[in-house]
């Protein structure tokens, strides 16, 4: 399964489990394409996927398809995902010339997300990750 498949089968599952319907969850989080993400047309945004782990209280590797169970917890407010990223790079000892060559995600793009320009979807985050060896969580700054 990819990454699009797995977030829209886990929403779905989320959402039956929760006993709401895709417009309560709509509402909950202030977005009204939730049809979408269900139908598996396109994943969310860095913010709406973070409000979606929230609502449901549960990691972003459980959302992405990575973990198979979902821990449920409370979860740290993010910092701003460019600060996180400089964070991890340093901690890390990293470069954005390493992390471009392992994620093979370009080396301009790493750059943009360094200056608060974008932030990464969840593909890329799972390859940023995958290159860190953490998790979702850890590497947006959820976990406690």
């Not at 599952?13 to 709509?26: A, F, G, N, R, V």
Request: hydrophobic content about 35%; some cysteine; aromatic content about 14%.
């Amino acid at each position: 399964m990819d990454i699009l498949s797995n977030f829209s089968k886990r929403l779905k599952d989320l959402i039956e489990e929760k006993q709401i319907t895709p417009d309560d969850l709509s509402k909950a989080i202030n977005y009204n394409q939730v049809y979408h993400w269900l139908a598996g047309d396109y994943l969310p945004s860095f913010l709406n996927l973070i409000k979606i782990a929230d609502y449901f209280q549960c990691t972003l590797d459980y959302l992405s398809g990575q973990d198979k169970e979902s821990r449920s917890d409370t979860f740290k407010s993010c910092p701003p995902f460019a600060e996180r990223l400089r964070f991890i790079l340093k901690d890390k000892g990293f470069t954005i010339y390493r992390l471009s060559k392992l994620t093979k995600i370009d080396k301009r793009t790493i750059y943009d997300w360094l200056h608060n320009l974008y932030v990464p979807q969840l593909d890329n985050l799972k390859r940023i990750a995958s290159a860190f060896d953490c998790t979702l969580d850890y590497l947006v700054g959820r976990e406690k």
